[in-house]
């Protein structure tokens, strides 16, 4: 079965370092997005790339995350400086949006990020 | 913006058949999704809606009607591996899926 891969899968830094997580979608998909889950908030959409565009990340701190599509085979989530309260899963998922057709969306194992 | 409703948390018994609801109210309307989570995993599609009615897939079924802004999920003859989250998510009219909280269900014998 074809899946969208993430990595890592656990990661422990301190407060302040940079952390870097990455995302293989599904050879193919158009869509790829980045949630962040945690148990207060649920899944929140932090970014949204379409044909590797940045469509929407308006759901993230600006002055710490970026997301980028360097190809059709990576899509990177940067934090810099991380803080405590960034601490969650982060999901990536990817699709394949045709003419308002829809098959739903792959998500990855996910990263979960503890800042300590 | 969007405002998406299920309960927090359901039980049932093994055999039985539980509906989970979702309401939402959405500027522009593109979809409904409903995705299955295991404690510790990924959430995984179950089903997507965009037209009025009734879709069945197996033991699961999912409904909607686009003019009350409601969504239920059907599960029939539950099994104990259906302990999980239900989430219900509305793709709104940016074309991008905004999840509910999600419905803990869990099945007991």
């Known amino acids: 079965d074809a899946r969208v891969t993430q990595t890592p899968r656990h990661k422990v830094t301190e407060m302040g370092q940079e952390v870097t997580m990455r995302c293989q979608p599904i050879?193919?998909?158009?869509?790829v997005f980045w949630y962040r889950q945690t148990m207060m908030q649920g899944l929140e959409l932090l970014a949204y790339?379409?044909?590797?565009?940045?469509?929407?990340d308006s759901g993230m701190p600006k002055d710490r995350f970026s997301a980028e599509m360097p190809d059709a085979t990576l899509a990177t989530l940067k934090i810099q400086p991380s803080e405590p309260r960034d601490s969650a899963v982060y999901f990536c998922a990817s699709g394949f949006d045709f003419s308002g057709a829809d098959y739903g969306y792959t998500f990855g194992s996910g990263t979960r990020l503890t800042v300590v | 913006g969007q405002n998406i409703d299920q309960p927090t948390e359901m039980t049932a018994t093994e055999g039985a058949i539980v509906q989970i609801n979702c309401t939402y109210q959405t500027s522009g309307f593109n979809g409904l999704f409903w995705y299955q989570q295991h404690a510790g995993e990924a959430p995984t599609f179950l089903s997507y809606n965009v037209l009025d009615g009734l879709e069945e897939k197996g033991r699961f079924s999912s409904f909607l009607s686009r003019s009350k802004g409601y969504s239920y999920l059907l599960l029939k003859e539950l099994q104990m591996k259906d302990s999980a989250s239900y989430l219900c998510a509305v793709k709104g009219g940016s074309y991008i899926p905004t999840f509910g909280r999600g419905t803990s269900l869990i099945v007991h014998p």
């Open positions: 790339f379409r044909n590797r565009a940045p469509l929407d």
């Open positions: 050879l193919g998909h158009n869509t």
